[in-house]
């Protein structure tokens, strides 16, 4: 959104929000399994969110799933869209 010029047109400001939130509502549903991937005739994917915590020389010390979690992305988003926090 700051990158909008701001003498663009009201509508085009709309129109640019509209679609940012489109995006990002899909892929807060998609991070969170609502809809099965097909990938091929017998398998499906999953994306997933993680945290992955290093120590000083790189090696893994713990891994926390962020998603699919149920519903947690979503509301989140819903909220920072709700409270117009685009930027």
């Avoid at 899909?26 to 994917?45: A, I, Q, T």
């Avoid at 997933?48 to 290093?54: E, S, T, Y």
């Avoid at 519903?71 to 685009?86: G, N």
């Amino acid at each position: 959104m700051a990158k909008i010029p701001a003498d663009a047109a009201p509508e085009t400001k709309t129109a640019v929000e509209a679609a940012l939130d489109l995006a990002l509502h899909n892929l807060m549903d998609m991070l969170e399994g609502f809809w099965r991937l097909e990938s091929g005739p017998s398998h499906s994917v999953e994306y997933a969110l993680q945290v992955r915590v290093r120590d000083g020389s790189g090696a893994p010390v713990e891994t926390i799933s962020l998603s699919p979690s149920k519903l947690v992305l979503p509301i989140a988003y819903w909220r920072w869209a709700r409270d117009r926090e685009f930027r």
